[in-house]
């Protein structure tokens, strides 16, 4: 079965950084596009940031364009995203997300909290 697991979230000060994880397993992962999701408390999930199966091509939301850079190695089944200068207002749990066929896969999250 699916199944992608999350990584390396945590606590950071404003202006810090961190690199989020997802290992993938289950499907044939070089093939699929893969998303970065997050939520806030009170809020709906959204799109961050997305990547080709190749890896050739991204797509990220205007709140993190020049800060945030989604990357993926097909060799380890693995996509990362690199979160720089950090904001309170990312505070968040971060989803990793496949889409395959008509089903939509998301991991269990990790908490992103930027507070000083």
Sequence with gaps: ???????????????????????ASGFTFRRRAMNW???APGKE????A????????????D??????TISRDNAKNTVYLQ???LKPEDTATYYCN???????????GTQVTVSS
């Design 45 to 48: 999930r959204e799109l961050v």
């Design 37 to 39: 999701y997050r939520q």
């Design 63 to 68: 709140s993190v364009k020049g800060r945030f």
């Design 83 to 85: 979160m720089n200068s």
């Design 1 to 23: 079965q699916v199944q992608l697991v999350e990584s390396g979230g945590g606590l950071v000060q404003p202006g810090g950084s961190l690199r989020l994880s997802c290992a």
């Design 98 to 108: 496949a889409v395959i066929g008509v089903f939509s896969s998301w991991g269990q």
């Design 50 to 61: 997305t990547i080709t199966s190749a890896g050739d091509s991204t797509v990220y939301a």
